[in-house]
Each structure stands twice: as structure tokens, then as C-alpha cells.
């Protein structure tokens, strides 16, 4: 049987790169399984106390952490399509000044939007006095995608995103590289913010789908190899018998 050298090729081609994107999904489930456990242990945690010292993003995203300082109402940013139990709304993000100097900025909760006017904010209560929130690190207050930076202009209280480089850059405020998820107040003390989080890492089970069907497709690639090649070397047998010369009829 002759191997066709360019479809064998094709075939091991497609062959290698489907098996090798099996592998990065597997590798991506397995990434996804280590941070899951990770964020699980520093839930777990005691709070890490956030003072005026700078923090490394890298040092702190997903502790759990706690925060004692004054919010700063008149610096308030609402991000825009932050959609709950399929109802649209906005997420608060405020400055909290520190007690001892700093700033954070801290993702208070989710408030549900006018269908009528988006600009009509909800009614919520901030405390005029020193706090003390705990909450989860993160390295912003979600991000939702945009065309270009529109949603997401300076000096606007209603946005798409909000970056704390940008934020820092445009209030002049010295932040902490991170924002504060809160998750409360100690002690508890009602807002009307809803602060049912979504879990910040999910889907491993599509990761763990998506390398099944990746080397699925590298096995059909060898089925459809083998068989293309079976069906050649019947055909070629099938030929070779059909140009066999006819036994001769002369006498002997």
C-alpha cells in the first residue's frame, strides 16, 4: 500500500494541534483547581489588616481583608450592566480613607437600576462616620466588556469599568493596588447594597468538556486517516486485478 505523503500530513497536522489543545484545556482545568483551593484557604483566613503602607497586588488578591476608615460619598462610581438574578443594576464603588492615611477603593454591593432612567439612582445608606469593612482583595471591581472606553470615561459617576491605575490618575488619590470586595460591615450594619458575590473562579467542568472534544477531533482525524487509507489500498487491489492479463487460449 502507497502512503499519499500530503493528506498523511494533513492528517498528523490536525492530529497535533487538536491533541496539544486538549492539553492547554487540561492544563487550564488544573490552573482553575489550584486557585479554587487557594482562595478557598485564604477564605478561611483571618482578615490581613489594610493600612497606609502600599500592597502589592500580587501579595494580597483574594484575602480576605479588613479595612477601618471614612467612605468618601462624593467620589462614588456606578458600574453599569452588573446584572443580578437576571435583573440590571449597577455596582457601588467608593474611596474609603484610611485611618492612618491611604486610600482603598472598595466594591460595596450591588444596587438594582431604573428600567425607566438609568440615571436615577437607587436609594442606599453610607455611614458618615469611621467603618471598619471586610471584604476580599481583588484586583478590581469587575470588568464587563465595552467598545472602546466610552462607557468608561473620567469624571463620569455612571461607567462601564473602572481600573484603579485610571482611578488614581484621575482623583489624585494615593490607592491601594486592590479593591475590596466587601463582604461587610463589623459590626453589621444594613445599606441595602446586596452583596451576593459570584464565585471568582467557575467552569472547570467546560475546560475539562472542551479537551474532550479536542482529542474527540484527534481521534476522528486518525478514524478518518485509517479509513481514507483502507479504502486507497482496496482500490488499488481492486485495479491490480483488473489489469492482470487474460490467461491465454492457444493449445499447448
Known sequence: ????????????????????????????????????????????????????????????????????????????????????????????????????????????GWLPRNIEDRERIAPYLTPTGPVEVEGIARADASRAFELGAGGSAAHQKIRQNLGVASYAAETGLPLQSFVIQQTGFVPAYKDGLVRDWPVPVADVERNYGYMLQWWGMAAAALGFGLYAARRAATKERSTGRGQEPAPSTKDA
Open 1 to 108: 500500500m502507497k502512503i499519499r505523503l500530503v493528506p498523511a500530513l494533513l492528517i498528523l497536522i490536525v492530529m497535533a494541534v487538536t491533541i496539544r489543545l486538549g492539553f492547554w484545556q487540561r492544563d487550564r482545568a488544573h490552573q482553575k483547581e489550584a486557585l479554587q483551593a487557594q482562595i478557598t484557604r485564604y477564605e478561611n483566613a483571618n482578615p490581613q489588616p489594610v493600612g497606609a503602607a502600599p500592597v502589592a497586588l500580587e501579595d494580597i488578591e483574594f484575602h480576605r481583608v479588613r479595612a477601618r476608615g471614612t467612605f468618601m460619598p462624593e467620589r462614588v462610581v456606578y458600574l453599569d450592566n452588573r446584572p443580578y438574578n437576571d435583573q440590571p443594576g449597577f455596582y457601588v464603588v467608593m474611596p474609603l480613607k484610611l485611618e492612618g492615611g491611604g486610600y482603598v477603593l472598595v466594591n460595596r
